[in-house]
């Protein structure tokens, strides 16, 4: 992060940032489910890369505040013992960030209804308008989706960590988001399977709340009793990686 960030610099960028990511990663789902698309049933590859390289850009846009587009990579990080923004309390560079990644992924919903707008103005599959903005399981267990989304966050929240540490500062631009969009690849195609991989409350409870509000006929339910599957158990993961990242500090100091 350069040095001389501010909580209003890190705002905008989370905010940028994390719209992109939802504009990007919504629109290869759309892309990919929608009668009226070219794209349509180009299958789970085609949007496991879609959201790698939706990642991918958005940490591009979101140099500025570390690219975390995620409030589990936030909440990680702060139980890895690290610092969010120097001479600001962690409690409150963690509200900052938080805020600016659910208004971003909101927005980013919208503007992928945007793209879309004639498709979702026309009949598409059934509970298809939804699964374009947020995640659901294949085989719904309450227990085990959660266990599903956690152990997928954690192993995002751990790699990033310990790429981190051993050296990969950033200072490799391009290639260091490279190497995140590839993990989101490597954790679609792996682990994505049964709950569609949320792995961030803000990609799937902010576009959920757009889709909620979004003026379109036969949008379907929200589905509000799966949401906080994707939202707690990917905390519960971040937490997790950042606090084992001190038990691997312990065996393997630098």
Same mark, same amino acid.
């Given at each position: 992060m350069p040095l001389e960030t501010t909580l209003g610099q890190i705002f905008a960028s989370e905010f940028m940032g994390t719209a992109m990511l939802l504009l990007l990663g919504a629109g290869v789902c759309c892309a990919v489910s929608f #009668?009226?698309?070219?794209?349509?049933?180009?299958g789970w590859l085609v949007i496991a890369f879609g959201w790698g390289f939706a990642v991918f850009a958005g940490v591009l846009v979101a140099f500025q505040s570390g690219g975390h587009l995620n409030p589990a990579v936030t909440i990680g990080l702060i139980c890895a013992g690290k610092t969010l923004l120097a001479g600001t309390s962690n409690a409150l560079a963690a509200l900052v960030y938080i805020v600016a990644q659910f208004l971003g992924a909101f927005v980013?919903?919208?503007?992928?209804?945007?793209a879309y707008k004639k498709q979702f103005d026309a009949d598409q599959p059934e509970g298809s308008?939804?699964?374009v903005f947020s995640t659901?399981?294949?085989l719904k267990s309450?227990?085990? #989706?959660?266990?599903t989304e956690l152990i997928a966050t954690f192993v995002l929240v751990f790699v990033v960590l310990i790429s981190g540490y051993?050296?990969?500062s950033g200072d490799l631009g391009w290639l260091n988001a490279l190497g995140v969009a590839f993990l989101i690849v490597a954790i679609g195609v792996s682990l994505g399977g049964p709950t569609g991989y949320a792995i961030n409350p803000a990609r799937d409870l902010g576009p959920r709340l757009w889709h909620a509000v979004m003026p379109a006929p036969n949008k379907g339910s929200s589905d509000w009793g799966y949401s906080w599957i994707p939202v707690v158990g990917p905390l519960l993961g971040g937490i997790i990686a950042g606090l084992l990242y001190h038990v691997v500090k312990g065996i393997f100091p630098v």
């Open positions: #009668n009226g698309s070219k794209a349509k049933d180009s980013g919903a919208a503007l992928a209804w945007l308008k939804l699964g659901g399981p294949a309450t227990a085990w #989706n959660l266990v051993q050296g990969n």
